[in-house]
């Protein structure tokens, strides 16, 4: 099956301003897909090209087989979106702005059962103005599948919500997937890429510098795995033997093993083999944050 | 046409929850009407006398007047301000994204300034008949003819007020100050006729100057000339330039 989104060297200038500069990725069917990067790294302006919401300068684009810059109306009935600094009137109310996205998209689903199904009902009749930030993306989720889309972008969804709220607003984005849509997910949180997506692309500067699963750009990047322990033990040099170790450390009783893959289970094997048992083993694996931090070379 | 009905209707029904602005669009020219039915009464004015309103009693001068000046006041002060106000929000950015067009939001725009329009003009009427003894309509037909041109051409203008300046608080500072000046220059203020040479200059460049001799001609029988040609030029010119400029944020 092709990826249902293709984007070949996104170029996208803004005058002389360059906003995206090399961008090139792709998107599986069925997944979670995670646009990461520091605030002004072209993550925005990159979601909005597929969208055909801003004009590709240079590249290939394909979005469910259409190229945004040639076929922008039929793609956006496909699609769903969520927008960042994009708002709805004060004055609507949840019903009517419901009932307004899905007249637009003949071929979606009623308003009313989507209403059901996102737990608007209780709301049916509240002013956007007066939803709570939590509701309110609620309801930018639900107006975003009204038109039952293959695919939906979600920009900075979590952006200004409290720590309740985004959790919820992370289960609404997986029951989007668990219901079969595509997502594209941009952000500029670590903890929302890690615990979401399948899959990220983190851009910088204008272009995609990695893209991985939260746990390959981990093992990439995060400079392997640490593991530490106290010893009374002077001899430990058959740890330097034990498979994926890179190196050992001994300052006092104190020692620290750096290496990669499964390393404190074989660390763990040999130690036990030896016949010591520490009581105070511990890994420690670079977050996110760490890799992201070394990716986008940003200081501490 | 589904999108455009839909839109139209939400649009009305969001403008209708917005208290301020609907006593504004409607409530203000009806108190400077009656403020100018006040100082001016209605007599028709005797042989000898200056010329005046045309040569007709102030209230039947007026009436027709304030008929465009309502339509006036929906299209240049309410269209710019909720276009930019929506652009501003992100909300046509959002529609943008769900493929609505630029026709269907304009249309929307054009359609419930009609409405407002008529409502506005409606109670204008009845007002005033209630209170004044003013000359009934020559031709309810032809004045219908114009009405209908007056609120295509005056949306368009607003269409074009709304894409050019670029947030609601702007809009609605230069929508009123377009307002102001026509109503005080466009033949809707003072009569026309003490107004100096120069502001007489300035007031045919103003939309409402035209409208207003516009409505009162197929209200009175009179004719003024080619104020229906440059009235419609004013609309066209901002429909294409309006559409030209429009822009999603």
Known sequence: ?300 | MGTFLKLSWVNLKLFLREPLTVVFSLALPLIILFVLGGVFGNETPQPGEDVVFRGIGAMSYYVPAYVALVVASVCVISIPTHLASDRERGVLKRLHASSVGVWAVAGAEVAVACVLSVVSGAILLVAAWLVYDFEPAESVVVVLGVFVLLTLGFASFGIFLGSILPTARAAQAVGMLVWFVMLFLGGAGPPPEVLTGAMQTMSEFTPLWHAVLMMQDAWLGLDAGLSWLIFSAIGVVSAVLGLRFFRWE
């Open chain 1, 1 to 300: 099956m092709p990826p249902i989104v293709d984007v070949q060297h996104l170029e996208k200038r803004y005058g002389s301003f360059v906003a995206v500069e090399d961008v090139t990725f792709s998107v599986e069917e069925g997944e979670i897909f995670g646009i990461l990067g520091p605030n002004g790294a072209g993550k925005t302006t990159t979601v909005e090209c597929l969208q055909g919401l801003r004009r590709a300068d240079g590249g290939d684009l394909h979005v469910l087989g259409y190229d945004p810059r040639v076929d922008a109306k039929p793609l956006r009935r496909q699609i769903g979106s969520q927008l960042q600094e994009s708002a709805l009137p004060d004055r609507i109310k949840v019903w009517e702005a419901l009932d307004l996205f899905s007249s637009l998209v003949p071929s979606g689903q009623p308003w009313e059962i989507v209403m059901d199904q996102w737990g608007l009902s209780p709301k049916r009749d509240a002013k956007f103005g007066n939803l709570s930030g939590g509701q309110q993306q609620r309801l930018f989720v639900a107006l975003a599948v009204v038109n039952a889309p293959r695919l939906v972008f979600f920009d900075e969804m979590t952006t200004g919500l409290d720590p309740m709220s985004r959790r919820v607003t992370w289960d609404l984005v997986r029951q989007v997937r668990d219901q079969g849509t595509t997502v594209v997910l941009v952000t500029h949180f670590m903890d929302e890429a890690e615990e979401l997506c399948d899959r990220i692309a983190v851009i910088n500067e204008k272009r995609v510098v990695a893209i991985d699963s939260p746990d390959g750009l981990i093992e990439e990047f995060g400079g392997g795995a640490t593991v530490t322990f106290s010893t009374d033990a002077a001899d430990l040099g058959f740890l330097d033997l034990v498979e994926e170790v890179d190196g050992v450390r001994q300052q006092g009783r104190r020692v620290t093993v750096t290496g990669y893959g499964a390393l404190l289970v074989n660390v763990a094997a040999a130690l036990v083999a030896h016949g010591l048992k520490p009581i105070d083993l511990s890994s420690h694996r670079a977050s996110l944050e760490d890799v992201f931090l070394t990716i986008t070379g940003e200081e501490r």
